[in-house]
Structures are given as C-alpha cells and as structure tokens.
C-alpha cells in the first residue's frame, strides 16, 4: 500500500510495505619553476640564432662541408629536442624493478571509503503512531524481531522473514502505549502505559505475564540491566524493578523536576544514564538505586538548554556517554563519567532525537527533526559529517540497532518506519573495536 494514502488510516495495514552525477574534480597543477642547472644557454642561443635553417637552394654540398656540419652537431647535441628544463632527468635503475606492489605497499593503501546508501532499504506503514517528542515506541531485540508501538496496539516484524504479528491491543483507559523495551533474552518485551502501569509480555505465546506498579504518571523510557527494569515516568521518578520477584521495586533515583525521556544503562551495568524535560543529565550508580541508600547522583549535567531524549553510552571507551538537546539546544555532547567534564560539544542545527553508536566503526548516527528530519553519521572524534540520509518528512522520534550492528531501523511522525543500510554489511568482517575498560570506573563509589 502506497504511504500517501496514510491518511486513511482505517483502510492501512500496520507494517506493510507502502504500494547522482558524480564530479571528477580537476587537479589544479601550480605553475613549474624552470631548473636552471639542467639547461644548457649555449645550444639554446645557437638555436635561437637559426642553426637547424637550412639555407635553399644551396646545391649539393661537398664531402668536407658534410663531415663539418656532422662534427658541429655532435659537439652541439643538435639531436635534442628539450631546451627548457624542469627537473634533472632520473638516473637509470641498476637492476630491473618488478611492477607489482609489495605487500608493504599494499598494506600502506588508502582505506576504501564504505559506500552508505541514501535510500531505505524498505519502506513500511506505521498508522497511528504518536508523534510525541519524550515516548520510545520502537525497539529491536536480539531474537532479530522489531517492536514498535502504534496507538493502543503493539506489532512484531520478524526480520528474518518479514512477517507481521499482532501482540496485543490495550484499551482506551489504559493506553496507548507509550514505552517499548525487548529483555535481554529476546522473548519478553516490556511496555510503559499511559495509565502509568508497565506490562511485561512474552512475545512467543503472546501472554501477559505481569503488571508493575509504582508510577503515578505515564511510563514513556524503560531500559534493562539483566533482571532489573529500570523504568522512568512523566512523575519524575526512576524506578528499578527486580522482574524475578513478587515485591518488584528494588530501588529508585529522583534528581529529575521534570518526564524522564532518556534511560540507558552501561554496558557494564554499573552506571546510568538519564535525561529529561528537565534539560538535566544524570549519572547515577547501581548502588545508589538501593531503598536504603541516602545518596543521590554520581553526575548532574546542566550544559543542555533543551529537553534530553537522545542518550547513547560509547562501546568502545566505557566511561564516555553522549546526550542530545532538542530543539533550542540541538547539540551532541560528550561526558566524561568519571569526572563528570564535557569533553566536546558539536552544534548540530536542528533538533536531536536520538543518538546510536557503530559497534564496528568510531561513529555516531544522530536522527533530526526540523528543518530536514535527517540522519547524520559523524566520524568520532574529529565529529566531521560521513553523510547525510533524507527521506522521512518529519521528524525521526525513534531509532532502534540490528543485533548485528548493521542495519538501523527507524520511526517518524511521517507515519513509516524505514530500514537503512547505514553500518556496512555483515558479510565484510571487520574488527569489532576492542572497549577502553577504565581503571576504578567507579571510583566515585569509594568513601
């Protein structure tokens, strides 16, 4: 079905696929600077002079007029064609030198620049979806399946096959759904509502297994750390919830005066990230997330002038998160979680949404709002543009990773989900970079 009929949305099926010269640049050469020891002024005057002009209608010549005029060109080098020189000819080789590269020289090549398509892969209808700056509706787990939430209803794509299933479909006092979160192994998915409530579902025979409680407000960022679903709401709160156990809150954060939008735990699972309408940033601790413990942020960031959604931890250096400003900020920043210092900030222009990380390559991908509702890859660190993906018409409010790492699949208020081949493809093996593991990461635990 065609996306431009999105706007009959009853007659829409969620999930289906809606019915560049390059420039040679010219080498600019700068002017030659004549080499003034290669040249010989002598033969240049004589021939300038008129020596090769022959005289007409001289006669024959005799023998002794022949055999001067062969000795004048023999000391003149009149066999010469070159009078300006430019650089002094090369020395011939001593011994024959082989044309085909050695492998020094190979190894020494220009890295091939990886060619990133500026059009989506596929194309799917997404009916119904919020467009609302602070919810997460979109995750892919590492079963390979997509989840996306659409209204009162959550659907499951299966990448693998391309098949569309149904989860569920809550009713109007209880939706619409407003969070997404895949557990870790793949089969459970965790949904924030509306009403304040996360449901925990198990995708294979579609059952809910679960309702936690503790919010008071919509649920709009979850996020697992193993067992533990951290959840945070629009009441301001942070809620750890141990999924094994009958009495499931284990512990909370409060910093935040403002809907929490962004949650990412480490990859350690020893620090996490939050942000919020608040424009603050957070670091907090697993321990601090305790009941009894009095302490509260590792790090609070006051740098961002715009609510922060786009939260996204470094795979490569595990003390570094980078966090994105919406609109009146739009910056990417860079924190130190060690000692909470920024250690750069980039102006991007428009509205950051959200932030993911290539696992095989030191880049970033940012997804835009207003004006262009682009994607950008950035080289990390020297943070220059790799390029540039159009498509979506509005803003791109939800990104989600392949387990592989290639492919990102993303969600906007344009009402399609679209997959990108932005990473590289899984058949060119590459070096997965090897993460900085830093000394007494938490060090500001130790009293």
């Not at 498509?391 to 392949?402: E, P």
């Not at 070096?431 to 900085?436: A, D, I, L, N």
Request: hydrophobic share 35%; with cysteine; glycine share 8%.
């Amino acid at each position: 079905m065609d996306a431009g009929s999105r706007y009959n949305n009853k007659f829409r099926r969620p999930l289906f696929t809606p019915i560049s010269h390059k420039k040679t640049s010219r080498e600019n050469l700068d002017r030659f600077i004549p080499n003034r020891s290669a040249m010989d002024f002598d033969y240049a005057h004589y021939m300038l002079s008129g020596g090769k002009v022959k005289k007409e209608n001289s006669g024959v010549n005799s023998a002794s007029k022949e055999a001067y005029t062969k000795q004048l060109a023999e000391i003149f080098n009149m066999n010469r064609t070159r009078i300006l020189a430019f650089k002094n000819k090369p020395p011939p080789s001593a011994e024959r030198v082989s044309k085909s590269p050695s492998p020094i020289q190979q190894s020494k090549t220009t890295k091939k620049r990886r060619f990133i398509p500026q059009t989506a892969e596929r194309t799917l209808d997404a009916p119904d979806i919020l467009d609302d700056f602070y919810l997460n509706l979109l995750d892919w787990g590492c079963s390979n399946i997509v989840a996306i939430a659409l209204g009162n209803s959550v659907y499951l794509w299966d990448a693998s096959d391309g098949s569309v299933t149904e989860l569920l479909s809550v009713s109007d006092d209880l939706g619409p759904v407003t969070g997404v979160s895949w557990a870790p192994d793949g089969r459970h998915l965790a949904l924030g509502l509306n009403n304040s409530h996360v449901q925990l579902w198990d995708s294979r025979s579609s059952r809910l297994l679960r309702t936690l409680t503790g919010h008071n407000l919509r649920v709009g960022s979850l996020d697992w750390n193993g067992h533990i679903l951290t959840t945070g709401s629009m009441d301001t709160m942070i809620i750890n919830n141990d999924v094994r156990i009958r009495s499931h809150v284990v512990g909370t954060y409060r910093g935040h005066n403002q809907e929490i939008c962004g949650l990412k735990w480490s990859a350690s699972g020893q620090q996490l990230a939050s942000g919020g309408n608040d424009n603050l940033v957070h670091v907090w601790s697993l321990s601090m997330g305790s009941l009894n413990s009095t302490r509260q942020w590792i790090h609070r960031m006051t740098d961002h002038t715009a609510a922060v959604k786009a939260i996204s931890w470094c795979p490569f250096q595990s003390n570094m998160v980078a966090s994105g400003g919406g609109v009146g900020d739009e910056c990417i920043k860079f924190w130190n979680t060690n000692t909470g210092a920024c250690l750069n900030s980039v102006d991007t222009g428009s509205q950051v949404c959200l932030l993911l990380w290539n696992k095989h390559e030191r880049e970033l991908l940012s997804s835009h709002g207003f004006t262009d509702n682009q994607l950008t890859v950035w080289k990390y660190p020297s943070m220059t543009k790799v390029a540039e993906l159009f498509g979506h018409t509005s803003r791109v409010l939800h990104m989600a990773q392949s387990p592989d790492g290639y492919t990102v699949a993303t969600a906007a208020a344009d009402e399609t989900l679209r997959f990108w081949n932005i990473f590289g493809n899984p058949e060119e093996t590459k070096p997965v970079p090897k993460r900085k593991l830093e000394p007494f990461f938490d060090l500001a635990q130790i009293r």
